[in-house]
């Protein structure tokens, strides 16, 4: 079979030939010609015919649910080939995602990966997406973190877009109905002092589940995460005032702030439950609930609290938040779009104006069975914006992904003094997207070239990644007896390379020998010819941890504890004492850009530190470095 261009009047001459057994006209693929309405709504059809701008040269990554029936849409033309990283999850709302972020950008790589099934695996899924190059990565998906500080999930958000200039767009999450706030209320009944709800049906909060529908009800109240001696307690009762769930964790000092049960409606007929909080041993504190159905259909509580229903990743500051808002003689937020703002208690208290801005949603898109349908929700709005993003940077390549966010908010032609809790700073407009001046941010611009340094891949404390050539290596954790020595690294083929460790008093190296002892933050070089794992044996007791003493000048260092932590977190108490970090990264033989002790953007302390990644700490004076968790 040979396919080709020919001239009508060539047809019968070429019939002749030998060889030919027949000839047929090639009928064109059945084209969608569904675009979504916020491309009209937005005027981005209009910005891409003044401007020539397409999103070519931009990368796009999506972390939603699945992408079933991609290739059905690939195949009729209405998606571009996708770059599927993992799709392991299941369902379609990556796929109408996609398809919004193409009908506003048509000619941006588009990638795909699913949000996994913990907040590990979905931090994991925006780190391979860096690697394979995303410029600006989109999601809708919300694991449940502290309400009231900066969880794993977020930190993690913070550090890649401050590391590797990654814009950052999420969808704002469809809770402002699901969301309870107040301070604590107690009346006293049967010797137990019970929250006031003060809602419609009294003392209770009640919500309705429709049948087939589960999920779970949140309770955290304004804590610290890991040291909350307020002891709440949560109760879940069916329609007859029968109790069918409790959680009553106790928190006595380092406990989490949190309360949980799941509900479940298995039959034919909508059904209502209460929920209940008990003020088990505690001062009074701001309750936060959230109810939290596993599928896309929603509750709604009464009483339930629109203003403050953010939280997670999309309580960052750093990324772009987008909420869901109709287009008519007025901008209206839909109902359901969660609000801000954004109340954070720790590490210290602040009020995030988020949502950043609103987009369209109720758009039509084709599902995985190939029907037209429309989407709703928050997720159906973020995706407007990443298409904008890539316009924007298309225009400007190299451009710091602070600048991009700055443009298409200002694109709304609403200042930040005109925020909404709802709206944000409003709708963008496309032909209001200003690209001048963006070569000033070019020329300047200390982030690296994304394609040379990327995230490596933590899977836990406890394993030591090498890379081929230099690797500097931190202890986190007390060795257990008997693999406390160099000797841990006899399987690593050095290439006939000595280990080295640098001592900061004297300022001088030293050769590192396989009996020598390995303490908690101590710093060894080593040499690695290949990529290789060593696994680290802890003594788990706690009882051999150490401080490592910091002397003024540079010093090798490291996280002392078994978890990640953000620079300013682990050395606020040495306060003024240092100046700068530089972590070493094994992938690229070289550092990566300096973390200044009060500096803000690519070198905030706001960065994350990991156990065993080892980095180097000029201190201004003599100070001690505390074990961590």
Not at 38 to 64: P, Q
């Amino acid at each position: 079979r040979i396919g080709g261009w020919i001239k009508s009047g060539n047809i019968s001459r070429l019939a002749m030939q030998e060889g030919i057994l027949s000839l047929a006209v090639q009928i064109p693929p059945r084209m969608s010609r569904i675009t979504t309405e916020g491309d009209y709504i937005l005027k981005a059809g209009e910005f891409r015919n003044i401007s020539g701008l397409s999103g070519e040269g931009v990368r796009v990554g999506v972390i939603s649910d699945g992408v079933d029936g991609l290739s059905d849409l690939i195949r009729i033309g209405k998606l571009p080939e996708v770059q599927v990283l993992s799709d392991k999850v299941g369902g379609d709302e990556g796929l109408a995602m996609l398809q919004i972020i193409h009908d506003i950008a048509p000619d941006a790589t588009l990638l795909f990966h699913d949000r996994g099934e913990s907040q590990i695996e979905f931090v994991r899924a925006m780190d391979k997406l860096i690697i394979h190059g995303c410029d600006i990565i989109c999601d809708d998906i919300t694991y449940v973190e502290p309400f009231f500080e900066d969880g794993y999930i977020s930190q993690n958000i913070i550090d890649r877009i401050l590391s590797y200039n990654i814009l950052y767009i999420t969808a704002a999450g469809n809770f402002a109905e699901e969301h309870y706030q107040a301070d604590f209320n107690g009346y006293e009944d049967h010797g137990y002092l019970w929250h006031n709800f003060n809602g419609s049906f009294g003392r209770d909060m009640k919500f309705t589940v429709q049948p087939g529908l589960a999920g779970h009800v949140i309770l955290q109240w304004d804590d610290k995460f890991g040291s909350s001696a307020n002891n709440y307690d949560l109760f879940l009762y069916d329609e007859s005032e029968r109790e069918i769930a409790r959680s009553v964790n106790h928190q006595d000092g380092d406990g989490d702030p949190m309360e949980w049960v799941r509900f479940v409606n298995s039959g034919d007929e909508a059904k209502e439950f209460t929920v209940r909080v008990v003020q088990a041993a505690a001062d009074d504190a701001l309750l936060k609930i959230y109810v939290l159905p596993l599928s896309g259909r929603s509750v709604k509580l009464d009483p339930c609290t629109s203003s403050g229903s953010l939280f997670g990743q999309q309580a960052v500051k750093q990324a772009l938040v987008v909420g869901a808002a109709a287009q008519g003689k007025n901008l209206t937020v839909r109902e359901y779009s969660s609000r801000g703002p954004v109340l954070i208690r720790y590490p210290a208290y602040e009020l995030r104006k988020k949502p950043d801005l609103v987009a369209p949603d109720h758009v039509t898109i084709l599902t995985s069975s190939m029907h037209p349908a429309v989407f709703t929700g928050t997720s159906a709005s973020a995706p407007h914006i990443a298409g904008l993003a890539a316009l924007v940077i298309s225009g400007s390549p190299g451009i710091r992904e602070s600048e991009v966010r700055k443009i298409i908010l200002n694109a709304t032609g609403n200042g930040i003094d005109s925020w909404d809790p709802g709206l944000g700073r409003g709708m963008p407009v496309a032909t209001n997207l200003s690209l001048k001046d963006t070569s000033i941010q070019k020329s300047w611009s200390p982030v690296m070239n994304g394609c040379n340094f990327k995230p490596r891949i933590n899977d836990q404390a406890g394993s030591v990644f090498l890379y081929p050539g230099w690797n500097m290596v931190s202890i986190p954790f007390p060795l257990a007896k008997g693999h406390d020595t160099a000797k841990i690294f006899d399987g690593v083929n050095t290439a006939s390379h000595t280990l080295w460790r640098y001592n900061p008093e004297g300022g001088f190296f030293s050769a590192v020998r396989p009996d020598d002892k390995l303490a908690q933050a101590d710093v060894t070089w080593v040499y690695s010819r290949d990529e290789t794992c060593i696994r680290l044996n802890f003594d788990l007791s706690g009882s051999n941890q150490t401080v490592k003493q910091l002397y003024p000048g540079w010093n090798p260092a490291g996280v002392p504890g078994l978890q990640m932590i953000t620079a300013r977190d682990l050395l606020s108490p040495l306060t003024d004492a240092w100046s700068t970090i530089l972590v070493f990264d094994p992938k690229t033989q070289g550092f990566r850009p300096s973390i200044i002790n009060g500096g803000y953007g690519t070198y905030s302390p706001s960065r994350l530190l990991y156990p065993t990644e080892g980095w180097w700490i000029y201190m201004n004076r003599p100070e001690i470095l505390l074990p961590g968790c």
